[in-house]
């Protein structure tokens, strides 16, 4: 069964710190996606990468970096020079796909509070 | 314009109580989803429909039941509300999903429901 596991509930730095959220997942399609979503206070889902298993680049966008790692099966999302408005809970997901519809299974979430 | 939309976004209601929910897109999308945020912010996913044809059906109560009368709209209903429904309760919407081509789901700002 697929399963995405974010070991960390909850990271607190301080403004400008770099920080690495992590996420491991499992699953035996030798074909998937893996996505990011961040989730503010303000409680809407915010879709942030969508990655297929087969481009394993690093991606960046801004201050936004994400990295895959097939062999380990992780897909670490890293934001650099954090400011207080990145404080939000961070979702990692993993897609199966269902006749023309795809399932989401997702990460516990990590709880990510940057402070002043 | 905003592209996935639902109401009510708050919902509070006795248990025993019937109630839907409605979610509508206007990006052109196949396929619409509904997920379930519980009070520890996991997000599971109930079901998925693809141009009015339910495609997931995930082990949920038949006291919930979606429609779908096209495929820019997706509504929940829900019968006999019982205190473990108070969620947050997510639609989304993406492109139907072709072999293994993920797709970008869409969501909804969430309804809040809370049964007292």
Redesign the interface.
Same mark, same amino acid.
């Given at each position: 069964a697929q399963k995405v596991t974010q070991a960390q509930t909850e990271i607190s730095v301080v403004e400008k710190e770099d920080v690495t959220l992590d996420c491991v997942y499992e699953t035996r399609?030798t074909?998937?996606?893996l996505?990011w979503?961040k989730?503010p206070p303000s409680?809407?889902?915010v879709?942030l990468i969508?990655r297929?298993s087969f481009d394993e680049q690093n991606e960046i966008s801004g201050r936004y970096s994400w990295n895959f790692q097939k062999s380990t099966s992780s897909f670490n999302f890293t934001i650099t020079a954090s400011q207080v408005v990145d404080s939000a809970?961070y979702?990692c &997901?993993l897609?199966e796909?269902?006749?023309? &519809?795809?399932?989401?299974?997702?990460g516990?979430?990590t709880?990510l509070t940057i402070n002043p | 314009d905003t592209a996935v939309s639902q109401t009510p976004k708050y919902l509070v209601t006795q248990m025993g109580n019937d109630k839907s929910i409605k979610c509508e897109q206007n990006l052109g999308h196949d396929t619409m989803y509904w997920y379930k945020q519980d009070s520890k912010k996991f997000l599971k996913i109930m079901f998925s429909y693809n141009n009015k044809e339910l495609i997931i059906n995930e082990t949920v109560p038949n006291r919930f039941s979606p429609k779908s009368p096209d495929k820019a709209h997706l509504n929940l209903h829900i019968n006999s509300l019982e205190l473990g429904d108070s969620a947050v309760y997510f639609c989304a919407s993406s492109q139907r999903v072709a072999g293994y081509v993920g797709k970008t789901q869409y969501f909804g700002p969430g309804t809040r429901l809370l049964v007292l």
């Open positions: 399609d074909t998937y996606y996505f979503y989730q409680g809407e889902l879709f969508r297929n809970v979702f &997901a897609s796909a269902i006749r023309g &519809a795809q399932k989401l299974v997702f516990q979430g709880r | -």
